[in-house]
């Protein structure tokens, strides 16, 4: 990892791998960074401007139906989910590990977390590498990405 604006960054899919291998309680949030989601530690519910009452992220921790499958897959498929964010809501977003508890569930059904720990920024190339991960596999899958368009 290497440090980044205060926070270190994940270089690599194979170090966000150990990181959920050795941790629970760990997310992955899409935003322009601890520093402007800390103050309020609140998102908003886009559709009716309700504010959460916890910063909505997806979960890293593997499922136990995950089973005996590679870790790496199931990092690189959480991340790949939402990394149309930056594209489609707001270009500043970036990927983050945070740790936290979660306090209910966003109309998405995500996790809301509060007491949150800030832990690295998450490079590009490990998106990158994410991607290719997710692109290699034998099934059909896109990211999560509601504008997009369906054949």
Known sequence: MSQNNAMPTFESIEALTELVTARQGLYVRWSRGPEPDLGSVSSTDDLTGAPMPGLSASPLDVESWWGDRPVRTWVARRLYDYSHLPRVKDERARPWVLHGREA????????????????????????????AVIERQPGR???????????
């Open 104 to 131: 209910g569930r966003g109309p998405d059904n995500e996790p809301l977390v509060r007491d949150v720990e800030p832990l690295g920024w998450i490079a590009d190339d490990v998106i990158n590498e994410a991607t």
């Open 141 to 151: 899958w896109g990211p999560l990405d509601r504008d997009a368009q369906t054949p």
